[in-house]
């Protein structure tokens, strides 16, 4: 694979490029897209090909979201971004609170899975509300 190209300018909070392209600002990546292969379909986003869950953790710090090589760019649709991201506890061990997904994964009814520590903290936050309210 080539080398990626760190956008150097402007960035997000989000750690993302961000350029002035055709009357507004958005991220840099999308504005090189659309420069090279023109505009991205409905119901498409771009994802890195070149960042890699098992070597970056990804978020606001991933050096990747600053690269514009269209080489490193795919279209795909939201479901398969966030598949091939740091979201998806298959390709992670711990959770983003820093609980172990060993034996520790629950599926909702839509199909999500998470972390099922994280949801009894959250369930218990929300029970002690209650109680302090009654």
Request: aromatic share 6%; glycine share 8%; proline share 2%.
């Amino acid at each position: 694979m080539t080398e990626c190209i760190i956008w150097k300018q402007s960035l997000k909070e989000t750690g993302y490029g961000q350029t002035f392209f055709q009357g507004k600002v958005t991220r840099a990546h999308r504005a090189v897209w659309i420069k090279v292969h023109g505009p991205i379909p409905a119901g498409l986003v771009l994802d890195h090909t070149c960042h890699d869950p098992k070597e970056c953790e990804g978020g606001v710090t991933c050096i990747h979201r600053a690269c514009v090589n269209v080489d490193h760019l795919r279209l795909v649709t939201q479901q398969e971004n966030v598949m091939a991201g740091r979201h998806n506890i298959d390709n992670r061990s711990h959770c983003n609170q820093g609980h172990s997904f060993e034996g520790n994964i629950m599926v909702r009814q839509n199909g999500k899975r998470e972390c099922a520590e994280c949801n009894r903290v959250r369930a218990r936050a929300v029970w002690a509300k209650k109680k302090v309210g009654a």
